[in-house]
T-cell receptor, first 117, second 112 residues
Framework: GAVVSQHPSWVICKSGTSVKIECRSLDFQATTMFWYRQFPKQSLMLMAT?????????EQGVEKDKFLINHASLTLSTLTVTSAHPEDSSFYIC?????????????FGPGTRLTVL | GEDVEQSLFLSVREGDSSVINCTYTDSSSTYLYWYKQEPGAGLQLLTY?????DMKQDQRLTVLLNKKDKHLSLRIADTQTGDSAIYFC????????????FGKGTRLSVIA
């Protein structure tokens, strides 16, 4: 149980294009999902907290107009990197919390590696 | 503050025990977690402990919590090469919408 999927697992795009990453909780409902970014050999950087049916809460320094987050259902959240540039190349990981869990753990997707040329 | 700190590297020989340490600052943390990340993958939840517990054991994994000192440790018995990964300690103050606060991760290298 508690499986989170991400699609695509990797993507290469040209500078200036937009890329959408999907995050799905496969066997549980997630009221809250989280989006992280990770640079090589570095820790996770929380980008935003996404709640189903409401606007995402972005961390300081994360451009909300560049990283569009939509959480339209209890099992799906999307992150769209708009007008991507080479500095946006990174490993993006989503995470979901089971709404029925009392212990608060987050379950992580396998990550999406974005390379912007 | 809500800092979670870990040492960055640990190297052990195959078959030995590994102990990964973590300190946190928020005394109101309700749960503390250990995650494992293998190269190119997401984070895998290994185990968690409720703040009113001192110890939790799950097969080769033993978690010790010293709430007074705000110190958490993960012991891996009979460490194998497949245990080589980055291990993240994390805490949460309460559930709901609050994201977990992660340490920077400890890179465990197992030498055959």
């Amino acid at each position: 149980g508690a499986v989170v999927s991400q699609h695509p697992s990797w993507v290469i795009c040209k500078s200036g294009t937009s890329v959408k990453i999907e995050c799905r909780s496969l066997d549980f409902q997630a009221t809250t999902m989280f989006w992280y970014r990770q640079f090589p050999k570095q820790s996770l950087m929380l980008m935003a907290t996404s709640n189903e049916g409401s606007k995402a809460t972005y961390e300081q320094g994360v451009e909300k107009d560049k990283f569009l987050i939509n959480h339209a259902s209890l099992t799906l959240s999307t992150l769209t990197v708009t007008s991507a540039h080479p500095e946006d190349s990174s490993f993006y990981i989503c995470s979901a919390r089971d709404r029925t869990s009392g212990s608060g753990e987050q379950f992580f997707g396998p990550g999406t590696r974005l390379t912007v040329l | 503050g809500e800092d979670v700190e870990q040492s960055l590297f640990l190297s052990v020989r195959e078959g030995d025990s590994s102990v990964i340490n973590c300190t946190y600052t928020d005394s109101s943390s309700t749960y503390l977690y250990w995650y494992k990340q293998e190269p190119g993958a997401g984070l895998q939840l290994l185990t968690y402990i409720f703040s009113n517990m001192d110890m939790k054991q799950d097969q080769r994994l033993t978690v010790l919590l010293n709430k007074k000192d705000k110190h958490l440790s993960l012991r891996i018995a009979d460490t194998q090469t497949g245990d080589s990964a980055i291990y993240f300690c994390a805490e949460i103050r309460n559930s709901g919408n609050t994201p977990l606060v992660f340490g920077k991760g400890t890179r465990l290298s197992v030498i055959a």
